[in-house]
């Protein structure tokens, strides 16, 4: 590679996106991706950025570029890191292993795409959707096809009792209601540490570690600890199944109901400590309508914005937006165009040279 920046990807911290009033600091992510390389540079980026963990062998398609992302959040003793990939076959060998002497579990959920991975003392297939077990501490080769791909890597520090029995579970599909909970609760955390601020982290620590605990032991005992969490984990679904359907006239507790398979009594429950449920799908709508109307290249009139959200009184509007951020919406929007301060969130102050994704591995 030349020196240039079109040829350089390089590790760097990526907040969330904006909102209307200002938040605690938010995580922040290693990330690292090959898109703005030239597309025959790219899978050498790759595996020059993987190669301290695994080696990259071969791309599965020739004739084309290797646009791959990773980004990495450390989380209390553990590491999650989401790989968008297209196919690839790879290896990590017993010479890299005595190199850099890690050893984390890794509990691995893939969003899009199936991965087969063989080690000396066994392997198997995770099917997209499937939770699934596999280690660091030994020799693997796997197989990668086009893949969205989470993983969860655990330090075997953090259940020094459970060793044994989480070894004997390596390279199978976490079955079971726990392991299905457990899977939900890792594409959940992918899906929420971009919002999450550092104050959520030990909360989020907490609640997985309870998870892992319960699933590896089938046990009343941590099931029960965890019970908090796994509300914690439902509450994050229906978040999410909120974010996804603003624009729908029919969200509300009902359609809620049956999106989230939740009674009407489970939903007023989760969602009494944030105001109910009504108020939080009206919060979520003005902070949508916030985000598009602080977007200078948003070209909608502010009726349009609110009407797509379900707000079609422009007075009743313009009120609840108010009482939400404090500013009306003519006035964000002018403030956006003009280009002034505090027309967007200030994110805060963010790490000057977040870690690496081989720095956070070896840091739990």
């Known amino acids: 590679m030349d020196g240039s920046k079109r040829d350089r990807p390089a590790w760097s911290g990526v907040g969330a996106g904006s909102a209307v009033t200002a938040s605690p600091r938010l995580l922040e992510p290693a990330v690292f991706s090959t898109h703005d390389l030239p597309a025959e540079r790219q899978f050498e980026g790759w595996r020059a950025q993987c190669a301290s963990v695994v080696e990259m062998i071969a ?7 290797f646009a791959a992302s990773h980004r990495v ?53 995770a099917p997209a959707g499937s939770p699934y077990l596999f280690s660091l501490h030994e020799p693997i080769e796997g197989r ?7 993983a969860l890597f655990v330090s075997r520090d953090l259940f020094p009792e459970l060793g044994a029995r989480v070894d004997a579970a390596l390279h199978a599909p976490l079955e079971g209601a726990l392991g299905r909970l457990l899977g939900e609760h890792v594409l959940q955390l992918a899906e929420q540490l971009p919002r999450m601020s550092e104050a959520d982290l030990p909360h989020a620590a907490e609640a997985t570690r309870a998870m892992i605990r319960a699933c590896v032991t089938g046990a009343a005992g941590p099931l029960y600890a965890a019970a908090e969490h796994i509300e914690h984990t439902r509450l994050a679904r229906l978040k999410a199944i909120i974010r996804r359907n603003l624009a729908s006239p029919t969200l509300g507790p009902r359609r809620l109901c049956q999106m989230g398979e939740v009674s009407r009594s489970q939903l007023y429950r989760i969602f009494a400590p944030l105001g109910g449920v009504a108020r939080y799908i009206q919060g979520e709508r003005l902070r949508q309508a916030g985000r598009a109307i602080a977007n200078p290249a948003e070209r909608r009139d502010i009726g349009r914005i609110a009407e797509s959200l379900g707000f079609y009184d422009p007075s009743s509007f313009s009120r609840a937006f108010r009482r939400e951020f404090g500013i009306t919406p003519r006035d964000l929007r002018v403030a956006a165009q003009a280009g002034l301060p505090g027309a967007t969130l200030p994110r805060g102050a963010t790490a000057a040279s977040p870690p690496r994704f081989t720095d956070i591995l070896r840091a739990l």
């Open 59 to 65: 791309p599965l398609a020739t004739g084309r570029g």
């Open 73 to 125: 959040w450390s989380l209390g003793g553990m590491a999650l890191s989401r790989v968008a990939t297209p196919g690839v076959t790879w290896r990590r060998t017993a010479q890299q292993i005595r190199r850099d002497s890690i050893d984390h579990w890794v509990i691995s959920v893939a969003r899009r795409g199936e991965q087969v991975l063989r080690t000396g003392s066994g392997g198997g297939s």
């Open 144 to 150: 990668r096809e086009d893949m969205d791909w989470i």
